[in-house]
């Protein structure tokens, strides 16, 4: 046998004992942790009828609510104004829902285009999601002024308007 080959595989074994002898200590250091901070968690119970009068905690929770109520009045508002749906207006119309809302996304379609249809399905599911958004679409055969206007040249179109 090769003495460089013997002392190769010495230094080997050597050194796979000392890597299983390092993971046994990373492996107590971990263990013993674990039930330090078991035995701190335990010591750590709080009074719950404390908790319940607290006047900071009382602050907040009214804050909370508060600011709930305040979401759902202005998610109201938003759906009276026509958000939350996914709906058909008129060349008529487009100035007046347009300048009445912060954000709108238009759909101008062809009701023959298959790739309008498919616009059509992910719009509508996207509509109730983003209630500060709203979502309508416009007839493109029926709106020469605003297709020209805008620029459209191909079916379908998608702008958003700030």
């Given amino acids: 046998m090769d003495p460089d080959a013997v002392k190769s595989t010495l230094s080997n074994l050597a050194f796979g004992n000392v890597m299983a002898a390092a993971a046994r200590d990373y492996q107590k250091e971990i263990v013993a942790k674990e039930k330090g901070q078991a035995a701190s968690a335990s010591h750590d119970e709080v009074d719950l009828d404390e908790l319940l009068d607290d006047p ?26 026509g958000h939350g749906e996914y709906r ?22 062809h009701h023959e285009f298959y790739r309008c249809k498919i ?16 979502f309508i679409k416009l007839d493109a055969e029926n709106a020469p002024f605003f297709v020209t206007k805008l620029g459209i040249k191909t079916l379908p179109c998608v702008i958003l308007f700030k």
């Fill in 56 to 81: 900071e905690l009382e602050k907040l929770h009214a804050e909370r609510i508060a600011a709930l109520k305040k979401e759902v009045e202005k998610r109201e508002v938003l759906k009276r104004q």
């Fill in 119 to 134: 616009m059509d399905k992910h719009l509508k599911a996207l509509a109730p999601v983003y209630l500060g958004t709203k």
């Fill in 88 to 109: 058909e207006i008129t060349e008529g119309d487009f100035l007046g829902e347009v300048t009445g809302s912060e954000k709108i996304i238009c759909h101008f379609y």
